[in-house]
């Protein structure tokens, strides 16, 4: 009797791994990285060791606005839309209550804010407020703040906004400086 080997054919695994490594590389140059979206802000400097950098604020110089769980708006405690709020913020800023703002236009009510260098945001939100809302209101307080910086640059300054060197943005930013909080405020 004969004894017959048969031989079963194989797969040559040589080059899997070379495929698996193309399969990889494909996919890694294709895909989209989504880029995650965040708010430009630039934090106050440190306090400095042994002074005391509590400041305390008047009542009259802090807009309040509050988010809560159901995404409402409050402003002074009062609710409002979000399309009112960069109005509402922009009056509050360019007040002139103490009428030591020459180049103001508000209405310099005594119970809105001295001037744009006393006033503050302040912005609180609940827990469960909604990430994509927080944005909102992110925007619309900067587009109030811009806006206001636009009117300074071409007002006083008599300039478009991107013909302005460094000492005049300087300036500008003085004139409306950012002034956002979201601690905690001691009010006086």
Do not use: W
């Not at 009510?109 to 407020?129: F, G, H, I, R, Y």
């Amino acid at each position: 009797m004969r004894t017959s080997r048969r031989q079963s054919p194989q797969v040559n695994a040589g080059s899997m791994a070379d495929i698996a490594f193309l399969l990889l590389i494909f996919f890694l140059v294709t895909a989209v990285i989504p880029q995650d979206v965040g708010i430009k802000r630039k934090l106050p400097a440190p306090c400095p060791p042994n002074e005391n950098c509590d400041g305390i604020i008047k009542q009259r110089n802090i807009l309040e606005v509050k988010i809560n769980a159901k995404n409402e708006l409050f402003v002074e405690n009062k609710v409002i839309d979000i399309n009112e709020l960069k109005d509402v913020t922009k009056d509050f800023l360019d007040n002139n209550g103490d009428e030591s703002c020459a180049y103001c236009n508000g209405l310099k009510d005594e119970t809105s804010s001295e001037n744009p260098q006393s006033a503050v945001v302040s912005l609180t939100n609940d827990k469960l407020t909604s990430y994509n809302f927080y944005i909102k209101v992110q925007d619309e307080l900067t587009k109030a703040y811009f806006e206001l910086r636009r009117d300074y640059t071409e007002n006083i300054l008599k300039k478009s906004t991107n013909e302005l060197t460094k000492e005049e943005l300087l300036q500008v930013r003085k004139a409306y400086p950012f002034k956002l909080s979201e601690a905690d405020v001691k009010n006086q």
